[in-house]
T-cell receptor, first 113, second 112 residues
Framework: DGGITQSPKYLFRKEGQNVTLSCEQN?????MYWYRQDPGQGLRLIYY???????QKGDIAEGYSVSREKKESFPLTVTSAQKNPTAFYLC????????????FGPGTRLTVL | AQSVTQLDSHVSVSEGTPVLLRCNYS??????LFWYVQHPNKGLQLLLK??????LVKGINGFEAEFKKSETSFHLTKPSAHMSDAAEYFC??????????FGKGTMLLVSP
């Protein structure tokens, strides 16, 4: 089956610890994205990557880091510098054109205790 | 710069009655517009998209939306609601190759 996988589905961490969220796609898409979702705020873009070994900051990149060493993988690290990391995190990918559809993974819910 | 306004944070309907979820957008260019649906603790699923072809767009599960440039609107409709339609709906605009702009979402509640 083709699609986007995110793991784990639920993640609990202590305050002050870094944590890495996994995102893998087998759709052969060039572009990948990370969003953060909080109740009543829609989705906000954290980072995106349009090609391997290149990525750009989104609207709320502070306290997060990413890498894009392989086309199919785009992991997100939530660092201890992120002041309020508890949220639902969604990964997405698309082929690359402006009218192309973004496809979303099932999400990871991160809770910092 | 592009922006999206979903005019209602919550919409309540009875099963079998019509659904209307309202969306206005702002865009400097000819935008692409999308509607996504999200069930609790799930990812987003595409319902339909407009990309400058026909202004009336049909999507999955009986939903459709009409692009009205003069009103800068892209409202989502369905003739008859089902209980399974209860979810959060997002209107989204895209102007270029990189990013999307999401509305804040409309929660659709369907009562028996």
């Amino acid at each position: 089956d083709g699609g986007i996988t995110q793991s784990p589905k639920y993640l609990f961490r202590k305050e002050g610890q870094n944590v890495t969220l996994s995102c893998e796609q087998n759709l052969n898409h060039d572009a990948m994205y990370w969003y953060r979702q909080d109740p009543g705020q829609g989705l906000r873009l954290i980072y995106y990557s349009q090609i391997v070994n290149d990525f750009q900051k989104g609207d709320i990149a502070e306290g997060y880091s990413v890498s894009r060493e392989k086309k199919e993988s785009f992991p997100l690290t939530v660092t201890s510098a992120q002041k309020n990391p508890t949220a639902f995190y969604l990964c997405a990918s698309k082929r690359g054109g402006s009218t192309d559809t973004q496809y979303f993974g099932p999400g990871t819910r991160l809770t910092v205790l | 710069a592009q922006s999206v306004t979903q005019l209602d944070s919550h919409v309540s309907v009875s099963e079998g009655t019509p659904v209307l979820l309202r969306c206005n957008y702002s865009s400097s260019y000819s935008p692409s517009l999308f509607w996504y649906v999200q069930h609790p603790n799930k990812g987003l699923q595409l319902l339909l998209k407009y990309t400058s072809a026909a202004t009336l767009v049909k999507g999955i599960n009986g939903f459709e939306a009409e692009f009205k440039k003069s009103e800068t609107s892209f409202h989502l409709t369905k003739p008859s609601a089902h209980m399974s339609d209860a979810a959060e709906y997002f209107c989204v605009v895209s102007e270029g190759y990189s990013t999307l702009t999401f509305g804040k979402g409309t929660m659709l509640l369907v009562s028996p």
